[in-house]
């Protein structure tokens, strides 16, 4: 239950704002991504970091930008969002060798954009 | 055409019914399968994986892939409320990325 966190859990900030989410994974994995998650919508991948590299940028507005200090840790920076960009946040961590690809995915935040 | 699609439901099945969620995929290549479950509010969670055509089973779930259908299913048997959720089936092609589809919400009624 513990393998992967994210905090915080709720964020409500104004369009102006400047926050971060941040992520943690605990399972010895050495590849993290974020999605965001919608209403009524697919996940949808944003970014994709293997061994503290990008390697997978999905077209995300320069308004969200991603860090990934180490292999166990990785946020995502927030600046002047716009109310549509209110959604719940999933980071999620997997291997990116051997033949197991499991993804597991942390709680999530849930982000409301006022 | 959508990468991987399913059945958006809601699917009801009666307490201790089986539950049949289906999943079809565009991409012949694509290469390991996993299931995904989903309570309200909740993150994901994986339940079930899939890489070699066949069954695989764990407890009250199956697994089914068929590759040259593009086909992947989920069987749960001894369906239980707490069994009520979003089902995600997602798909691996090549890079490590997955592709989700939008899920199949399960009621399952006492």
């Known amino acids: 239950e513990t393998g992967v966190t994210q905090t915080p859990r709720h964020l409500v900030m104004g369009m102006t704002n400047k926050k971060s989410l941040k992520c943690e994974q605990h399972l010895g994995h050495n590849a993290m991504y974020w999605y965001k998650q919608s209403a009524k919508k697919p996940l949808e991948l944003m970014f994709v970091?293997?061994?503290?590299?990008?390697?997978e940028n999905n077209s995300v507005p320069s308004r969200f930008s991603p860090e990934c200090p180490n292999s166990s840790h990785l946020f995502l920076h927030l600046h002047t969002l716009q109310p549509e960009d209110s959604a719940l946040y999933l980071c999620a961590s997997s291997r990116w060798t051997g033949s197991s690809y499991e993804q597991y995915f942390g709680p999530g935040t849930r982000l409301t954009v006022t | 055409q959508k990468e991987v699609e399913q059945n958006s439901g809601p699917l009801s099945v009666p307490e201790g019914a089986i539950a049949s969620l289906n999943c079809t995929y565009s991409?012949?290549?694509?290469?390991?399968f996993f299931w995904y479950r989903q309570y309200s509010g909740k993150s994901p969670e994986l339940i079930m994986s899939i890489y070699s055509n066949g069954d695989k089973e764990d407890g009250r779930f199956t697994a089914q892939l068929n590759k040259a259908s593009q086909y992947v299913s989920l069987l749960i048997r001894d369906s239980q409320p707490s069994d009520s959720a979003t089902y995600l089936c997602?798909?691996?092609?090549?890079?490590?990325?997955?592709?989700f589809g939008s899920g199949t919400q399960l009621t399952v009624l006492p």
């Open positions: 997602a798909v691996r092609l090549g890079a490590r990325q997955l592709t």
């Open positions: 970091y293997s061994l503290e590299e990008r390697v």
């Open positions: 991409d012949r290549g694509s290469q390991s």
